[in-house]
């Protein structure tokens, strides 16, 4: 949902996670089974395998490291970090280049 939901290879202009998010194209178990799709007949190896992957890559730090998101936010400290993004943009100004035609619905 990252990717549709206003991110910044969107445009957004805040993105926050909270430390449990999971930031990724596909969830741990999808990614393992096909990274490592040899040890698909061994549930043990593929279970210790997804639990690294989640440790390594399935957490928000990993966004934020590369600058997709610019907080790991508490749960408990939300409100006050929206309601101050929020009066932050109040004033902002965009600028959209003319367009010849509209996108029209097909």
Do not use: C
């Not at 999808?30 to 390594?56: C, H, L, M, N, S």
């Not at 997709?68 to 970090?81: A, E, Q, S, W």
């Amino acid at each position: 949902a990252y990717d549709v939901m206003s991110s910044k290879h969107l445009r957004g202009d805040v993105n926050y996670a909270w430390p449990t998010a999971e930031i990724a194209v596909m969830g741990p178990k999808g990614a393992v089974e096909i990274i490592f799709r040899k040890d698909i007949g061994d549930p043990e190896k593929i279970e210790a395998r997804t639990q690294e992957y989640k440790e390594r890559f399935a957490n928000p730090f990993v966004a934020a490291s590369r600058g997709f998101i610019d907080d790991v936010i508490m749960p408990h400290g939300t409100r006050h970090r929206i309601a101050t993004s929020l009066r932050w943009l109040r004033n902002k100004t965009t600028d959209r280049p003319w367009k010849k035609h509209g996108n029209i619905p097909l």
